[in-house]
């Protein structure tokens, strides 16, 4: 049976246009991690390139085989004997770019990938916009993988904003949810804290993400704040704003199955259609 408790970590970053720093100071941060205890650590989106210029990105950017921060990070855990999770890297998919996440066992291995489901496609108030689609090729599948303590469903930042995908994968056996983010600042200070909470209520999950904060070299602000949240919702850790830096939680198993004893939700979903009534409705088709 698997163990009951581990200790997990978060890396928080602010990564550049320099894929060679950002791997190096995803490793130290791994590093740091495991020599405090963690047993598990993931890093933020984008971890190896944060570039908002398409062709510059482009240039850096390589497919899985040559990847080396990909490679570095596996040798890392084997290094530390540490499970890691790669918040997200961007690696080549055809004429576009996968946003792809991994989890890396102890020894090295891939054991999980997952390419991020919902593309940020927004126009924001401040004037910000964003089209991820026109760079990013958008997933197609959800992943729950094993590790030797639990079940980790695999998400990147704006899949936060739809909560279906998080059921689905509590239903489907997570009871750690992971969404590594590169949050805008103003979305951030208004939604990041109670999306994490609200997707560990309502699956009676931890939620951990590690997060991009600070100002970028390439011009945007990202709201930092990586955060381990627990079952019930409470926050168990938050890196704070902008600083790059290592947190680091207790997860204990058992509390998901009281949160999910306690409110069994999960157990209560029905199947419905929905019927629009109204004159409005009528005229309108």
């Known amino acids: 049976m698997p163990d009951a408790r581990f200790t997990a970590a978060c890396v928080q970053m602010r990564s550049g246009r320099d894929p060679g720093v950002n791997r190096d100071a995803a490793v130290a941060g791994v590093r740091e991690a495991a020599s405090r205890g963690a047993d598990y650590v993931q890093t933020p989106e984008m971890t190896s390139l944060v570039e908002r210029n398409r062709e510059r990105l482009f240039a850096h950017v390589t497919g899985e085989d040559q990847d080396q921060t990909l ?59 964003w089209r991820e689609s026109a ?23 704006y899949d936060i904003r739809f909560p279906g995908l998080y059921r689905a994968l509590a239903e489907a056996g997570a009871e750690v949810l992971t969404a590594p983010a ?25 939620v951990m993400s590690a997060a991009q904060g600070g100002l970028h070299e390439d011009g945007r602000e990202t709201f930092g704040h990586s955060l381990i949240v627990d079952p019930w919702g409470r926050v168990l850790a938050d890196a704070g704003g902008s600083e790059p830096g290592v947190i680091l939680a207790e997860i204990d198993l058992a509390q998901v199955a009281d949160a999910r004893a306690r409110i069994p939700s999960l157990k209560h979903g029905r199947t419905f259609s929905v019927e629009r009534v109204g004159p409005q409705i009528r005229a309108a088709q």
């Open 135 to 157: 760079t990013y090729t958008g997933g197609a599948c959800a992943v729950v993988a094993a590790t030797p303590w639990a079940m980790l469903g695999l998400t990147i930042c």
């Open 182 to 206: 590169c949050f805008t600042r103003q979305t951030g200070e208004a939604h990041w804290h109670v999306l994490q909470r609200a997707r560990a209520i309502e699956t009676g999950s931890f």
């Open 71 to 129: 490679s570095a990070l596996r040798e890392a855990a084997r290094e530390t004997g540490a499970v890691v999770q790669i918040g997200s890297i961007a690696v080549r998919s055809g004429d576009k770019i996968a946003n792809r996440a991994y989890l890396i066992g102890s020894d090295g291995e891939i054991l999980a990938s997952y390419d991020k489901l919902h593309l940020f496609d927004v126009d924001l108030p401040s004037g910000e916009r």
